[in-house]
T-cell receptor, first 114, second 114 residues
């Protein structure tokens, strides 16, 4: 089945700096790649996603890039703020053949210090 | 107020007892999912249902059971056969239909079995 690897497991940046989280996937049939933000004790919140027919997507300070050939995708957060501190998860899905179920990475704990 | 509700937020049970976790959504979503999250781990798929009266096993279904008698409800039963039931359980839903991948999560139920 699909295997999603996520790095780094922890990331500490100064407020205003950029943060980058990287993920790789194993199944070339994967065609949907969401990113979730999870605050302590809460459910994950979808923050951005990208489909396999797109190389890059941006939403204000957040962007995601996808390299299908290398089977990796990345989350970029610019101008980080303390409220960006959370655990971020990447995921991949092969779509209808698996009921659109998501395979998750193990998460990156991001700390933004003022 | 639309969304996904999970109750209770915290649940405590003695070993050997079955326990049922509730998941309700009023988003009119067709598909629903149950994931398990352990400390420092990504989410792992337990069961999913794409339509009423139908559900499929995920990667870690052993020791769990589900039902989908109504579109808005997808309860999960953690049976005494589940060897390590203590975890954070997350329910998600998806609109359904071809190409609609986005999954939205509830707030989760933290189950502790002693």
């Amino acid at each position: 089945g699909e295997n999603v690897e996520q790095h780094p497991s922890t990331l500490s940046v100064q407020e205003g700096d950029s943060a980058v989280i990287k993920c790789t996937y194993s199944d070339s049939a994967s065609n949907y790649f969401p990113w979730y933000k999870q605050e302590l004790g809460k459910g994950p919140q979808l923050i951005i996603d990208i489909r396999s027919n797109v190389g890059e997507k941006k939403d204000q300070r957040i962007a995601v890039t996808l390299n299908k050939t290398a089977k990796h995708f990345s989350l970029h957060i610019t101008e980080t703020q303390p409220e960006d501190s959370a655990v971020y998860f990447c995921a991949a899905s092969i779509g209808s053949n698996s009921g659109y179920a998501l395979n998750f990475g193990k998460g990156t704990s991001l700390l933004v210090t003022p | 107020d639309g969304g996904i509700t999970q109750s209770p937020k915290y649940l405590f049970r003695k070993e050997g007892q079955n326990v049922t976790l509730s998941c309700e959504q009023n988003l009119n979503h067709d598909a629903m999912y149950w994931y398990r999250q352990d400390p420092g781990q990504g989410l792992r798929l337990i069961y999913y249902s794409q339509i009423v009266n139908d559900f499929q096993k995920g990667d870690i279904a052993e020791g769990y059971s589900v039902s989908r008698e109504k579109k808005e409800s997808f309860p999960l039963t953690v049976t005494s056969a589940q060897k390590n039931p203590t975890a954070f359980y997350l329910c998600a839903s998806r609109p359904g239909g071809g190409g609609l991948h986005e999954q939205y999560f509830g707030p989760g139920t933290r189950l502790t079995v002693t």
